[in-house]
């Protein structure tokens, strides 16, 4: 069965820079969106249609998508950015989610 | 602005119903679809099911197909689930959550969920 693949946890000097990635088979015709969720709160949605943000998230919140992989990448990280990540993706009659990135900033 | 309240989380034994509602404000609830997703303690997200905007399309997640109902009620702006021969695996928190679109595409909001726990 169809499955996006995330790395359990990256790490990151605050000030630099972040890439979380998502693996599935041909993600890249499809359409990803990416979630951060802080402890005991619900997520939030920081990218959509693979590239675009939300009102509200800061331009240092980026994503591309191709061929097998999706990215999500925070510039100039900041200890606030410090969360799970979630990357998502769905056909018509199903959605998914990646097992989840916890990022630290140290 | 859009606001999603869910209630109707408690503690349930194994094989006993539980019904949870999430009350919807602040957007046109009729012209999007509505997701319900859940979290196991210290565990990731897990999407449940959709219903479209109009209620005549539902899909499931194969682990409560067949167990799990997705229903609305746009004259009282209210997503539900009902959830059947409740098992240890269901215990999560609950969130609902609207689509962008009138049918499958990304959640753009979420509610602050609601705690099922399954326990004899």
């Known amino acids: 069965s169809y499955a996006l693949i995330q790395p359990p946890s990256v790490s990151v000097s605050p000030g630099q820079t972040a890439s979380i990635t998502c693996s599935g088979d041909?993600?890249?015709?499809?359409?990803a969106s990416w979630y951060q969720q802080k402890p005991g709160h619900s997520p939030v949605l920081v990218v959509y249609q693979d590239t675009k943000r939300p009102s509200g998230v800061p331009e240092r919140f980026s994503g591309s998508n191709s061929g097998n992989t999706a990215t999500l990448t925070i510039s100039g990280t900041q200890g606030v950015d410090e969360a799970d990540y979630y990357c998502q993706s769905w056909d018509i009659n199903t959605v998914l989610f990646g097992g989840g990135t916890k990022l630290t900033v140290l | 602005q859009v606001q999603l309240v869910e209630s109707g989380g408690g503690v349930v034994q194994p094989g006993r119903s539980l019904r949870l509602s999430c009350a919807a404000s602040g957007f046109s609830f009729s012209s999007h679809a509505m997701h319900w997703v859940r979290q196991a303690p210290g565990k990731g997200l897990e999407w449940v099911a959709v219903?479209?905007?109009?209620?005549?399309?539902?899909y499931y997640a194969e682990s409560v197909k067949g167990r799990f109902t997705i229903s609305r009620d746009s004259s009282r702006n209210t997503l539900y689930l009902q959830m059947n021969s409740l098992r240890g695996e269901d215990t999560a928190v609950y969130y609902c959550?609207?689509?962008?679109?009138?049918?499958?595409?990304?959640?753009?909001?979420w509610g602050q969920g609601t705690l099922v726990s399954v326990s004899s």
């Open positions: 041909k993600l890249g015709n499809k359409y």
């Open positions: 219903i479209w905007y109009d209620g005549r399309n539902k």
């Open positions: 959550a609207r689509d962008n679109k009138v049918t499958t595409s990304w959640t753009d909001y």
